[in-house]
């Protein structure tokens, strides 16, 4: 995961933007203000303040503030010996056709040198009861633990890349590398994606992957939460009604 440096700014830096609103201008430049107000201006005065004072805004140095973001464990290595899970919250589609996804991975990290070896892993989408595991597998080292054993998940045989899949994931995305960016703290892995499996437990009646059933876990602000109720689907601001049969 990414340190706390990456998250919480430094305040020290901050600074603070008060935007006076259009309306408000003219009555605080002109340098004489009546010291009684009729009915009409009292609020008028009203609005402006409160216009400025929801208008105030906090200036943080540039950071990480994109949330939230899917908390994912990948999944890497060609041999059960160097079996290695990774957690990562900076991952995300790239492309839809070829479909390609990227993750970003520290360069002193475990899992980096051998991914960047072998070209290949697995991005394991995870749940509120991975959540645990996920956190664990994020803080701790796979040069001194086997993650695997400490958090009792199951390697399986993936079918288009020699890095296994995480059995308890409900969602698990093969990829293969194609480009690697190097961006500062974090290197970007550019891959295709080869493969996606789906556990059919979370699959409804229309054989779609059902988010409630899984209860998809994402990662905001340096804090874990499930996802809330569904607010609508794609396109649904413009959808036509249908009309009622008759």
Known sequence: MQDRNDIFPDKKGATRG???????????????????????E???????NYKIEHMARTYWKPGTMIYPLPAVMVSCGETPEEYNIITIAWTGTINSDPPMCYISVRPGRHSYDIIKRTGEFVINLTT??????????????????????EMNLTPAPAKYVKAPIIEESPVNIECRVKD???????????SEVLGVSIDDAYLNENDAFSFSK????????????????????????VEKKKKKAK
Request: aromatic letters at 14%; glycine letters at 10%.
């Open 18 to 40: 008060d935007t006076v609103a259009p309306c408000c201008s003219l009555l605080f430049e002109t340098p004489v203000i009546p010291k009684q107000f009729t009915a009409e």
């Open 42 to 48: 009292s609020l008028f005065r009203n609005k402006c």
């Open 128 to 149: 509120e009861n991975l959540a645990k595991a996920t956190d664990w597998c994020g803080v701790r080292s796979g040069r001194k633990y086997d993650k695997w054993k």
């Open 180 to 190: 690697i960016i190097e961006l500062g703290t974090h290197h970007m892995f550019i």
């Open 214 to 237: 899984a209860n998809p876990l994402v990662y905001t602000h340096g804090h874990y939460f499930g996802l809330g109720k569904k607010i609508g689907k794609f396109g649904w601001t």
